[in-house]
């Protein structure tokens, strides 16, 4: 396989871990002022990724990295080309990064809701905003001939576009929803997996909406398959919450997000960022790549060092393996 | 170039921005860098020795560190991202060569420092001890090989090897990279920012320890503070020393590689053997010539070269060289800006080890600490100093290497995003100094009630034993 293809699938693939493990996060963020009814459920829910969400984070800051180190044109075109919306999920992961680290450092109910604010929001901006970008990735942008971006702000706000940033919006909340189920025990437990059903049900009308628009703007057998998997693991995911069997739900919609990403990535490819404008700026894998060299030792990099976090930080997964409830908190 | 004129001012402001959210940035790298290893060690000790003590100042410090660790965390994003958003054209060029060590980074560094702190917040009295120690150890371990990598890729900025420049592509190419990771600039830049970082959080753990030793005179708690204050202050002097030492060492790289930034850092203008180290030189407003000078002679040959007689290059020269070079314009950097901020730089560190020694001397032969006013002003101020040390010591790294993006290679007004406007770079700009500057006194409203707040009750835990948690809740943390 050429190296430009095996980068291809790591950047896909660290996406793809993302927004399954960030995606969740993101999820109780964006439900904390729906299912955490007074100050204590609201601990419970964030505690709930409490050791986790800051390793889940990094998976962006791997993809970015990769993407630099792998595509530099790739990441120069993107990076600056989808400027203020990237600048809107920096702040969003500022303030929410922040809101858990510094949200129980004082008693004041004034506080927490300030924090609880910025939890709820830095949750469901970048919730959007991604599939808001991820859409324009595949839809294709203009660029010149030097691969520079030449539309606007407004270009990115297609329908189109809006349609993925609601979906990755609606299935994000739906993954919370399941891994909260999943984590919890009480009351919030059975509120959070019949909150699952009826929000999963509208990621799925919404994600079949936007996964079959996308094939209809580029296609392969591979993104055909992936998409039509995606929809039954969301199905079955869904199926699972009803009966209240929350670790296969959360193995549903894990894989729903999972395989969506993988969707948007084989229907891209050998593209990395189309141009509307001049067919001359399209990016692919290779125009955008680095040399074979660079290429090479990340490759080696990437062989050595993945299986070696993706061990530990599984293992910090089944650590906290525990469900947790109202009745553990502490006084303070 | 073309579109010079429109891009001018988009070019400043990403500028400004770039430098006030890398300075803002390091405000709490050090802290995370030093901090991790110094809450390892007091963890450790009482590992070893079961005396509470250290189980209480590691608790402490322990919070003091996290509240701050936060901080870093979700400021160091930013800096990922804003090479591809602002520096554009730079991420082109350099990304075969720079992109590397920055993937490397998260992926070697970050995973182990996010994911191990996260196992030490919440595995207290819930993994086994020295599990729960080693958790600590990996995220030090992960946060210090960060600081490795980062610096290597600055270090390429400061003297590009290990690649050569692609006319095909107009790229700059990979050829070696052990050599871009062994770069000598990264070899001495690397112990020089640690060190300077264990001089922060030394100073920190000197401050607050002072503080409580000074203020709650009859506290349970003084034996933990001044074996904080002691610790604390013996790391800071270490550090000075080897702040000190590195600090020499690259002053003699930085002749070699980038004469013109030791020459600015001099205000030395006309190339001189021997040369004479200007303890203070005032010039004139365009900082084009001195109009007072005190000097000390044979010193600045000795701390560029190694020979008290050795020849230092003159900006003039050097500026007529590089013109013949690289053709007509300016490489001079700002000479006020670099040569301040050297020694400011230099000043706020040895004064913090000043303080460090006077903090030692009062607790000399385990006398207690005067109920002095101004020893406790001194110690508030300590942790301070090293902070603006570090700061002044990147402005002048950073600035010296003007008007290079990447020394000899790109220009830094070449590397700007052509496709962000002004517009969107002052959006920026301003959303991020408005929310760091709020953030910033949240945060230290934060660790002044931590700190005051003194070291914690400890009730020593059982080893956690895996058979009877089924009911134990996890430790909750947040």
Not at chain 1, 103 to 126: M, N, Q, T, Y
Not at chain 2, 161 to 178: H, I, K, Q, S
């Amino acid at each position: 396989m050429e190296l430009t293809t095996i980068w291809f699938l790591l950047v896909a693939v660290l996406f793809t871990g993302y927004f399954i493990l960030e995606g969740f996060d993101f999820g109780v963020g964006m439900l904390l002022p729906v299912l955490g009814r007074d100050d204590k459920e609201r601990r419970v829910m964030i505690n709930t990724i409490g050791p986790v969400w800051d390793g889940n984070e990094v998976w962006l800051i791997t993809a970015g990295g990769a993407m630099f180190a792998a595509f530099p044109e790739w990441y120069a075109t993107l990076f600056s080309g989808f400027y203020l919306p990237l600048l809107l999920i920096l702040l969003a992961l500022i303030a929410r990064g922040v809101a858990f680290e510094y949200r129980h450092k004082r008693p004041e109910a004034s506080w927490k809701r300030r924090w609880d604010k910025a939890i709820f929001f830095g949750s469901l901006v970048p919730a959007i905003l991604w599939g808001v970008a991820f859409a324009n990735i595949l839809r294709g942008v203009p660029l010149d001939a030097d691969h520079e971006y030449v539309g606007g702000l407004l270009n990115l706000l297609n329908p189109y576009a809006l349609l993925g940033g609601a979906t990755t919006a609606a299935l994000f909340a739906t993954h919370g929803a399941v891994f909260v189920a999943l984590k919890t025990v009480g009351d919030i437990r059975g509120r959070a997996a019949a909150l699952a059903v009826r929000l999963g049900i509208a990621a799925a009308v919404l994600a079949v909406a936007f996964l079959s628009w996308t094939l209809t703007i580029r296609s392969s057998t591979a993104a055909v398959v992936l998409a039509v998997a995606a929809a039954l693991a969301l199905l079955g995911g869904l199926a699972a919450a009803l009966v209240r069997r929350e670790g296969w739900a959360f193995t549903g919609t894990a894989t729903a997000i999972g395989l969506a990403v993988a969707t948007l990535f084989a229907a891209l490819f050998p593209n990395v960022l189309p141009s509307t404008l001049d067919p001359a700026g399209t990016l692919t894998a290779t125009n955008a790549a680095s040399t074979p060299y660079t290429l090479t030792i990340m490759t080696w990099v990437a062989v050595f060092f993945t299986p070696i976090v993706l061990a530990y930080q599984g293992w910090t997964y089944w650590v906290f393996r525990k469900r947790i409830g109202v009745t553990h908190i502490p006084q303070h | 170039m073309t579109g010079w004129g429109s891009q001018v001012d988009a070019l400043d402001v990403a500028r400004w921005q770039f430098g006030v959210t890398t300075v803002y940035h390091f405000l709490f790298v050090p802290l995370t860098i030093g901090l991790s290893v110094l809450v390892a060690i007091l963890q450790t000790l009482w590992h070893r020795t079961g005396d509470e003590k250290y189980l209480k100042l590691t608790k402490f410090y322990g919070k003091l560190f996290l509240i701050n660790f936060a901080m870093g965390v979700v400021t160091g994003i930013v800096q990922e991202f804003q090479f591809g958003m602002n520096w554009s054209d730079y991420s082109r060029f350099v990304g075969d060569i720079f992109g590397a060590p920055l993937a490397i980074e998260a992926l070697v560094a970050f995973f182990l420092e996010s994911t191990f702190i996260g196992l030490w917040i919440f595995g207290w009295d819930r993994l086994p001890k020295r599990l729960h120690l080693a958790s600590i150890w990996a995220a030090a371990i992960g946060t210090n090989l960060s600081a490795y990598f980062i610096l290597a890729a600055n270090s390429f900025m400061q003297n590009p090897v290990g690649y050569r420049y692609n006319p095909d592509t107009g790229r700059a190419e990979l050829t070696d990279f052990v050599a871009v990771l062994t770069n000598k600039v990264a070899l001495i830049t690397f112990p020089h920012t640690i060190a300077g970082a264990f001089l922060v959080a030394g100073s920190l753990l000197v401050a607050v320890a002072l503080w409580h030793l000074i203020r709650n005179r009859d506290s349970a708690d003084t034996p933990a503070y001044r074996f904080a204050a002691r610790f604390g202050a013996w790391v800071t002097l270490a550090s000075a020393t080897l702040v000190v030492i590195t600090g020499d060492i690259q002053g003699k790289i930085m002749t070699q590689v980038q004469p013109m930034k030791m020459a600015a850092a001099e205000g030395l203008y006309t190339t001189e053997s021997p040369a004479s180290f200007s303890v203070l030189t005032i010039g004139s407003l365009d900082g084009s010539r001195e109009l007072f000078a005190l000097k000390i002679p044979y010193l600045l040959s000795y701390l560029g070269t190694g020979d008290p007689n050795g020849t230092v290059q003159g900006i003039n020269d050097l500026q007529a060289l590089y013109s013949a070079q690289y053709g007509a314009g300016s490489y001079t950097p700002i000479i006020p800006v670099t040569y301040w901020s050297f020694r400011l730089m230099i000043g706020f560190g040895l004064a913090a080890a000043a303080i460090a020694l006077l903090v030692l001397w009062t607790q000399r032969k385990g006398r207690t600490v005067p109920n002095s006013k101004w020893l406790l002003r001194a110690g508030l101020a300590m942790p301070i100093l090293p902070l603006l040390a570090n700061s002044f010591g990147w402005i002048f790294t950073e600035m010296g290497r003007q008007p290079w993006i990447v020394f000899g290679e790109m220009l830094t007004r070449d590397g700007v995003s052509r496709s962000v406007s002004l517009t969107e770079v002052l959006t920026s700009f301003t959303a991020f100094t408005l929310i760091y500057a709020v953030l910033a006194v949240i945060e230290v409203k934060l660790l002044i009630r931590y700190a005051k707040a003194g070291v914690p009750e400890v009730t020593p835990a059982p080893e956690p034993d895996d058979t009877d948690d089924a009911e134990r809740p996890l430790a909750f943390a947040y």
